[in-house]
């Protein structure tokens, strides 16, 4: 297993840096969106991350995702993929923040895509994830990241821990717990990923496309080595997660105690459709035009979920 480790650390670090020549060219120059100040490239340093994955009734998890042209990742055996990944942003350009991803595996295109082959050609199919809900700790990530990348952001109250044995972040809002995840820690298999990953948003009535890159050390646990529990709350932005069937026990966790990553300026729109008139997706503009600069957080959780296990 340590031979395997070894040449599995050799071969990933030789993978190529996973962030965008424009932005490595752009290095150092500033812009101001939405009276938002940024020094290119729009990035995060020494953030931990954790991440957990559940498979999903595929059918319930195609009602939720919008328009015509996103699909689930069909995994072996006909099911879909939860992906939860929290990371506590130490160090960005609008301050500390974490940010709760709860997003469903996607394709991008005509018509589904068949199993497993998504995750080999990434590009060919869209591949990435459609995020359903995405809590955040300041005002202003949600000004930047609703107003600009058309993500689901919203302030609510996060906490991210991490013991010897697990790591955890529960996320309330309102005093309704919205979920919480903890994951035991995986073997420090410490392999050194480079990836990039595409997220796909409902803002304005359109699809939002934007790409993050990052890179780190993760610690990873697949199948019956992966240890984690999730408690998805009643507040009224998880609702539709009660029937999407989500499996007990995780198909992986990951764990990286530090990454480096960078969002693209760069994202791409199209508008969201529907069979009937009328309908339309996401949020609308006007929901971030007063939106302020607040680095402020609300106050942690007030029912700590984390201590009745």
Known sequence: ???????????????????????????????????????????????????AAFTVDRAAAAELLPGGELHPVVLPGGRGLLVITVVDYLRTDIGRYIEYSIALACTHGRRPAPALLPALLRGTFGTG?????????????????????????????????????????????DGRLGMFVEIARPPATALPLRVGAVNYCAFRGMLMKSSVYFEGDADLAFGRRARARLVVGDA???????????????????????????????????????????????EPLRDVVDL??????????????????
């Not at 359903?132 to 993500?151: A, F, H, Q, R, T």
């Not at 302020?292 to 296990?309: F, H, T």
Request: glycine share 8%; hydrophobic share 40%.
């Open 236 to 282: 009224p932005q998880v609702a539709a997660l009660h029937g999407l069937g989500i499996a007990v026990h995780p198909l992986f966790t990951c764990y990286l105690p530090s990454t480096r990553g960078v969002l693209d300026d760069h994202f791409e729109c199209w508008f969201l459709t529907s069979d009937e008139p009328g309908h339309t997706f996401g």
């Open 292 to 309: 302020g600069l607040s680095q402020q957080w609300l106050e942690p959780p007030r029912i700590d979920v984390g201590a009745r296990s």
């Open 129 to 173: 994830q459609y995020v359903l809900d995405l809590p955040v700790s300041s005002e202003i990530s949600v000004k930047g990241g609703k107003g600009i990348w058309g993500m689901p952001k919203h302030q609510a109250n996060l906490d991210f821990r991490i013991t010897e044995s697990a790591v955890s972040s529960e996320y309330q809002v």
């Open 1 to 51: 297993m340590k031979t395997i480790l070894s040449l599995a650390r050799l071969g990933l670090s030789a993978a190529p840096s996973p962030f965008p020549r424009r932005q490595r060219r752009l290095a150092g120059r500033h812009a101001l969106v939405d009276d938002i100040a940024f020094q290119l490239p729009v990035d995060s340093q020494d953030s931990p991350v954790l991440m």
